[in-house]
């Protein structure tokens, strides 16, 4: 559960944007999405080799996106 400190002058938007903010960082939301469908190991891993092939490809300069 979040939990939003607010003091009473302070306006409802920031205290929506605080929470916002902290239920981002939480990761409930990807946790969930992950937890929906189940991926076998071995392609979990395939994607993951994959970005980091990409990541290294866009550093290098190799790849113009």
Do not use: H, W
């Not at 009473?8 to 992950?34: G, P």
């Amino acid at each position: 559960m979040l939990i939003i400190d607010s003091k009473d002058c302070e306006n409802i938007d920031k205290a929506l944007k605080k929470y916002k903010k902290k239920y981002e960082k939480s990761r409930v939301l990807t946790q969930l999405r992950d937890r929906q469908s189940f991926t076998k190991p071995s392609i979990r891993r395939r994607t993951e080799i994959l970005k980091a092939v990409y990541k290294q490809q866009m550093a290098n300069g190799e790849l113009d996106a």
